[in-house]
T-cell receptor, first 115, second 111 residues
């Protein structure tokens, strides 16, 4: 596609349920990143993929959070047993992984509300 | 100390004004610097990269002071459409490393 695509755009769930968030990066981009932005806060790094591997998972806030990427393309972020503090906008970005500046392009995000 | 610090604002300016935002970063090994723009309830979008010698893109000028670990963004002749949150962004290494974002500075341009 022309840009990074994320789905769903909005997700409302009950506390304790599992959710899956999807990211479809720009075609040909090898690097994929997940961030979280809570209300009034800056972007918080969660996890980075290069191809299908995740060399940096340092930002995942707990073991309830996991992510995978298959075929070097689509990635899924899964949050198990959601808590109210998980409510945030989850943003995905991709980059070509090349060049000095290696610009990251963001999707529109998934707005997660945990009731 | 936060890794990337910005004044949250808001900066309220009239159309046509010149406004400047500053940002400091804590890691002296940081190598790449950017300004992103984020409109309300939208994703961040790259405004401009920041080069060591300073660079300009139309009404926007970015400066980097490595010695002071300080980045600035100057907007001349502000437009209503410039109203947004401006995010100062730093990357530790070139290539694959992740970005560290400031919390952003909100700009409101009024008629």
């Amino acid at each position: 596609g022309a840009g990074v695509s994320q789905s769903p755009s909005n997700k409302v769930t009950e506390k304790g349920k599992d959710v899956e968030l999807r990211c479809d990066p720009i075609s040909g981009h090898t690097a994929l990143y997940w961030y979280r932005q809570s209300l009034g806060q800056g972007l918080e790094f969660l996890i980075y993929f290069q191809g299908n591997s995740a060399p940096d998972k340092s930002g995942l806030p707990s073991d309830r959070f996991s992510a995978e990427r298959t075929g070097g393309s689509v990635s899924t972020l899964t949050i198990q047993r959601t808590q109210q503090e998980d409510s945030a906008v989850y943003l995905c970005a991709s980059s070509s992984g090349r060049g000095e500046k290696n610009i990251q392009y963001f999707g529109a995000g998934t707005r997660l509300s945990v009731l | 100390r936060k890794e990337v610090e910005q004044d949250p604002g808001p900066f309220n300016v009239p159309e046509g004004a010149t406004v400047a935002f500053n940002c400091t970063y804590s890691n002296s090994a940081s190598q790449s610097f950017f300004w992103y723009r984020q409109d309300c309830r939208k994703e961040p979008k790259l405004l401009m990269s920041v080069y060591s010698s300073g660079n300009e893109d139309g009404r926007f000028t970015a400066q980097l002071n490595r010695a002071s670990q300080y980045i600035s963004l100057l907007i001349r002749d502000s437009k209503l459409s410039d109203s947004a949150t401006y995010l100062c962004v730093v990357r530790l290494y070139s290539g694959y490393s992740t970005l560290t974002f400031g919390k952003g500075t909100m700009l409101l341009v009024s008629p």
